[in-house]
């Protein structure tokens, strides 16, 4: 099309960036981060906090019982009895990240008869942040395998700091056999969890495992131009084009019709 006019270079120009067209606000991003856990150091050293995406995760069970590192596939300690009756072994282990998981329950001192942090005991299992932060997840070990019942549950929960309920995910009943992992998520569209609670209600004592903590945090609030700070840039790129072009039909009066 042949720029014959301001007004037709200004509509030009107007119709290529509507979309820029929005008004002054604040747009935030949330970044995800994964903590595989390989860094806990030896077997049966207590984890009570980690550093997740800059946040301070504290950890803490309902009886005390002290979070500790563990390898998959290796029998001491014992946390969980999974796959194939074998010692910490996940039943799908390219499911699970890495070799190095947490737990309270110490098979070989007792943990399946409820003395020495089964889950029953040990939960509700709790994160505290050090700030806000826009979700939160986990991977569960040898949980609701196939020896529960029917009606056993296991719930990850999210709530802010006035201890409003955000959000929550259920399970119920068995969901695979022994080793068997499963993915836990919650968020909040407000950035507002301050504490999450892995909490269930089990018929029997049982050894577990749990893997890969997610956090997510809420980027800082980038700004987007007002609406007409954007048509002033059209506006002064309108002029400053078409003045060139009229220029260049002065120059080159061959060209102009």
């Not at 014959?4 to 747009?27: C, D, E, I, P």
């Not at 290796?74 to 499911?95: C, I, Q, R």
Request: aromatic share 8%; glycine share 8%.
């Amino acid at each position: 099309m042949k720029i014959k006019s301001f007004a037709q270079l200004m509509t030009a120009v107007a119709g290529t960036t509507t979309a820029l067209l929005v008004s002054s606000h604040n747009v935030s991003y949330a970044a995800v981060f994964t903590d595989t856990l390989e860094d806990i150091g030896t077997d049966g050293t207590t984890v009570s906090s980690r550093i997740i995406g800059g946040v301070e995760v504290s950890l803490a069970t309902d009886g005390g019982f002290p979070l500790f590192a563990a390898t998959y596939f290796d029998n001491f300690p014992t946390a969980f009895e999974g796959s194939g009756g074998n010692s910490n072994a996940p039943l799908v282990p390219t499911n699970v990240s890495g070799t190095r998981f947490i737990s309270s329950c110490n098979i070989d001192a007792g943990c399946n008869n409820n003395i020495n942090g089964d889950f029953i005991s040990a939960s509700p299992i709790t994160f505290t942040f050090s700030q806000f932060v826009t979700s939160f997840g986990l991977t569960s070990l040898d949980l609701l395998e196939n020896s529960v019942s029917a009606s056993s549950s296991i719930t990850l929960s999210a709530f802010d700091d006035q201890d409003n309920l955000i959000d929550s995910q259920t399970r119920t009943g068995s969901q695979a056999t022994s080793g068997l992992d499963l993915d836990w998520f919650v968020s909040s569209s407000s950035a507002n969890i301050a504490r999450v609670t892995f909490d269930g209600n089990i018929n029997a004592a049982t050894g577990y495992g749990i893997d890969d903590l997610i956090v997510g945090v809420e980027d800082e609030a980038q700004s987007v131009p007002e609406s007409s700070n954007i048509l002033g840039l059209i506006f002064v790129a309108g002029i400053s084009v078409f003045t060139g072009i009229k220029c260049k039909k002065k120059e080159d009066p061959e060209t102009a019709e």
